[in-house]
């Protein structure tokens, strides 16, 4: 596949409906702060390509979790495999359940649990659809193609809200200054780095420098949903071209999303349609369907449909390819590419419904969440789970010479259960005892670090890995 395509495949999955429609709630409830957090994309892009990239094309993987075979042996592969199947099934139905939040509101114009439910069986329906039709093909270029729709729908909706509070405030310098209001912290929602050394805090300049760092390079690197891609170009540098120039295109596009949350926060009090400015979700989708014209709602409907959808189809198709290629083989081995085929296409459906199933849970889960915490944070929080084993093991793999299945094995367990108990043990410990709680990136910082070190306890009984030069 061509390079160009497949950045902006990768800058469409990493974009999503959490980003469409949780990043204007991000900033309508806080700041620009979580901007900080695409400098960790960008070291991320760049740590991935040399570290990781060269590995994959030396080996000829087809996913990535058979380089941990040539490192640890056929059970880390495995092992590998199954974490990224129960992160992305986590991560994904997420997103889902995010998206889902968009059709619920504009056919019901609720986001009752039921609205919501229905809306993520649709959703789920139409994705299976066109995955099991044309694989990764269709998948890298349908995504070019809603690349196009939900950005030209959010610059539009950029525009016109511009306008719309420009005729507000007076003017554009007004609009300006009415955005630079300081919180109740003493804060600009303006800002963009936060230089607090608050663990608390998920958005800082430093949480950006490792803690995202380490969570892109998982997503790039260990995640088949994004690495898939990745593997579709010609050579390595192809790849890491794609990769970095995805990392450098998703800074302006997310920016854009943030600062119509700011715009939609001097808009909203003030807007003569029916505005809850108590919830960030909602004055952006009534926004979308009641505060522009017919025609351009509909464009701004078919953006965040179209950022859904760009995420669930590459999400099938990765957890596919990965039970095909790496589980289905094992068991059922010399079969033809006709009978793979069908069996991936009913993977594809297969898990559809475990998505599904997931999101749906969501709905429950989430109706009784913390009233602080945004979308975002929960899509980027569920995903660290996965993340902190899987980016121990390649680092430990390309980095070191120790290690073996066991030790492999055993950090991929780890890195979750680290994760888990920070979140659940350490974080009340250290609100009662310390009046602070660590933030999702420093417990996916703790987890990795423990989980590295678990992976190299062990002496190697593998040869070391050596990319292409």
Request: charged share 10%; aromatic share 10%.
């Amino acid at each position: 596949m061509p390079a160009w395509a497949v950045a902006i495949s990768v800058l469409a999955t990493a974009t999503s409906a959490a980003t469409f429609i949780g990043g204007p709630q991000q900033a309508y409830k806080g700041d620009l702060t979580y901007l900080s957090a695409t400098l960790g994309s960008i070291l991320a892009a760049l740590l991935v390509s040399f570290l990781l990239l060269p590995h994959f094309y030396k080996h000829a993987v087809t996913t990535v979790y058979e380089l941990l075979a040539h490192r640890f042996g056929e059970p880390a592969r495995t092992a590998g495999t199954l974490t990224f199947m129960l992160g992305r099934l986590m991560a994904s139905g997420a997103r889902i359940f995010i998206a889902a939040h968009a059709l619920a509101f504009v056919v019901t114009g609720t986001l009752d649990p039921s609205a919501i439910a229905w809306s993520v069986v649709a959703l789920v329906i139409v994705g299976v659809l066109y995955t099991v039709w044309g694989g990764i093909a269709t998948v890298i270029w349908t995504d070019v193609v809603q690349t196009v729709v939900f950005i030209g729908a959010v610059a539009v909706a950029f525009i016109v809200l511009l306008f719309a509070v420009n005729d507000q405030t007076g003017s554009f310098a007004n609009t300006i200054d009415a955005i630079a209001v300081k919180d109740t912290d003493g804060q600009s929602k303006s800002t963009i780095l936060s230089f607090s050394f608050d663990p608390s805090i998920n958005y800082t300049f430093w949480t950006a420098l490792v803690g995202f760092t380490l969570f892109n390079a998982a997503a790039y690197g260990t995640d088949q949903d994004l690495a898939q891609r990745l593997l579709t170009c010609k050579s390595s540098s192809h790849a890491a071209r794609s990769m970095i120039t995805a990392a450098l295109l998703g800074l302006p596009v997310t920016a854009l999303f943030m600062v119509i949350g700011l715009l939609l926060h001097v808009y909203a009090p003030t807007s003569p349609t029916r505005f809850d400015a108590g919830e960030g979700v909602k004055p952006f989708l009534y926004f979308i369907t009641e505060g522009v014209p017919p025609g351009v709602g509909g464009l701004l409907v078919a953006g965040v449909f179209a950022a859904g959808l760009s995420s669930l189809d590459s999400a099938l198709n990765a957890l596919s390819s990965t039970f095909v290629t790496d589980i289905y083989r094992k068991i059922a081995p010399n079969k033809s590419p006709r009978h793979e085929l069908r069996v991936a296409r009913l993977a594809v459906v297969a898990w559809g419904v475990l998505l599904a199933c997931f999101a749906l849970g969501c709905v429950f889960v989430r109706s009784g969440a913390d009233a602080n915490s945004t979308l975002l944070d929960f899509a980027l929080s569920v995903m660290t789970y996965p993340y902190s084993g899987l980016l121990a093991v390649f680092l430990a793999a390309t980095l070191t010479r120790r290690g073996n299945t066991g030790s492999a094995v055993s950090a991929l367990l780890i890195g979750p259960a680290i994760v888990l108990s920070s979140e659940h043990i350490l974080n009340p410990r250290l609100a009662t005892a310390y009046d602070i709680t660590l933030a999702f990136p420093w417990r996916l910082t703790l987890a990795v670090i423990a989980s590295f070190l678990v992976c190299i306890a062990l002496p190697s009984k593998h040869p070391a890995l050596k990319p292409n030069q």
